[in-house]
Nanobody, 133 residues
Framework: QVQLVESGGGSVQAGGSLRLSCAAT????????MAWFRQLPDQGPGKAYE???????????TYAESVKGRFTISQDSTKNFLYLQMDNLKPEDSAMYYC???????????????????????WGSGTQVIVSS
């Protein structure tokens, strides 16, 4: 059973940078689609998550318009870690950030876009990012 654990969140001033990490335990992620999502402060529990960035099996990346040019998603060569480099952070980036994954051959994965939250069936518990102005 794959488990995802995020780290790297924290408090930073606007214009600063953070690097989020997602560690996979129990199985490597060679055959998983991966993504980062966030839940904004004004969205309560149970609200949909906002897709931030996704990476597929051959390294193709997808970004939300709001983070293009500022955020970079990547994986290490072992496929045990997923990263999100966040530069030029803005107060509106403040959120709980989640790592998500779905196996390559999941039937739902083929029917959803890369940044659709319901494409993914494995989630970490999140890491908080706070950006002050």
């Amino acid at each position: 059973q794959v488990q995802l654990v995020e780290s790297g969140g924290g408090s930073v001033q606007a214009g600063g940078s953070l690097r989020l990490s997602c560690a996979a335990t129990g199985q490597t992620l060679h055959t998983f689609y991966m993504a980062w999502f966030r839940q904004l402060p004004d969205q309560g529990p149970g609200k949909a998550y906002e897709g931030v960035a996704a990476i597929d099996l051959d390294g193709k990346t997808t970004y939300a318009e709001s983070v293009k040019g500022r955020f970079t998603i990547s994986q290490d060569s072992t496929k045990n870690f997923l990263y999100l480099q966040m530069d030029n952070l803005k107060p509106e980036d403040s959120a709980m950030y989640y790592c998500a994954a779905v196996p390559q051959f999941n039937s739902i994965a083929a029917l959803r876009d890369d940044l659709d939250w319901d494409r993914y069936n494995l989630w970490g518990s999140g890491t908080q990012v706070i950006v002050s102005s």
